[in-house]
Antibody
Framework: EVQLVESGGDLVKPGGSLRLSCTAS????????MNWVRQAPGKGLEWVSS????????DYAESLKGRFTISRDNAKNSLYLQMNSLRGEDTAVYYC????????????????WGQGTLVTVSS | QSVLTQPPSVSAAPGQKVTISCSGT????????VSWYQQLPGTAPQLLIY???KRPSGIPDRFSGSKSGTSATLGITGLQIGDEADYYC???????????FGGGTKLTVL
């Protein structure tokens, strides 16, 4: 059974940093591109970042470039999101999601999602 | 302001049919597959439709998808109370080099 479990969400002050993790199981993690998608309270889904299976392709939402860094460790079946210089508008549930098709990138088809981890940025 | 445009809400009676539109541009919907997601209250999104019209295993054939040019449509027939949820379209934008979502459509089954 495919499982994605996010962790690392917390209450952090503006300007602070946080590292989110997503631990995968039940599939060949190293074969799939992975993604972070967030949802602010009461708002819609917002794509955050994607990373290809071998980390050769990485993209970010324009508004997040320079503050967020996506990475993965295929040996540990884990996806990460390093978030720096956090702002109030970064408050959201952060989901990790698997790209459906192995070894492809940029199709934006997310077939499995984690339960999400809540990041709250507030003083 | 979302890159893909969806109606904020739609409604219909149980047993009826509803369609949800998703409008984009040649840089996104016009050049890539569209997927659709259902998000029930308090839960993570679930893939409903991929590659414009395909259904993952376990998704009933009451759900359908289509694409024409720079627009896509999700159709739901035989509406049930349990279909009340938020629905999102998504695709990749080749100009922005980013994933993009619609703003979401809240379905109410009256």
């Amino acid at each position: 059974e495919v499982q994605l479990v996010e962790s690392g969400g917390d209450l952090v002050k503006p300007g602070g940093s946080l590292r989110l993790s997503c631990t995968a199981s039940g599939f060949s993690f190293s074969s799939h591109a992975m993604n972070w998608v967030r949802q602010a309270p009461g708002k819609g889904l917002e794509w955050v970042s994607s990373i290809s299976s071998g980390s050769s392709h990485i993209d970010y939402a324009e508004s997040l470039k320079g503050r967020f860094t996506i990475s993965r460790d295929n040996a540990k079946n884990s996806l990460y999101l390093q978030m720096n210089s956090l702002r109030g508008e970064d408050t959201a549930v952060y989901y990790c999601a698997r790209d459906a098709t192995p070894f492809l990138y940029g199709l934006a088809t997310y077939d499995y999602w984690g339960q999400g981890t809540l990041v709250t940025v507030s003083s | 302001q979302s890159v893909l445009t969806q109606p904020p809400s739609v409604s219909a009676a149980p047993g009826q049919k509803v369609t949800i539109s998703c409008s984009g541009t040649s840089s996104n919907i016009g050049d890539n597959y569209v997927s659709w997601y259902q998000q029930l209250p308090g839960t993570a999104p679930q893939l409903l439709i991929y590659d414009n019209h395909k259904r993952p295993s376990g998704i009933p054939d009451r759900f359908s998808g289509s694409k024409s040019g720079t627009s896509a449509t999700l159709g739901i027939t035989g509406l049930q109370i349990g279909d009340e949820a938020d629905y999102y379209c998504a695709t990749w934008d080749i100009t922005l080099n980013t994933g993009v979502f619609g703003g979401g459509t809240k379905l109410t089954v009256l």
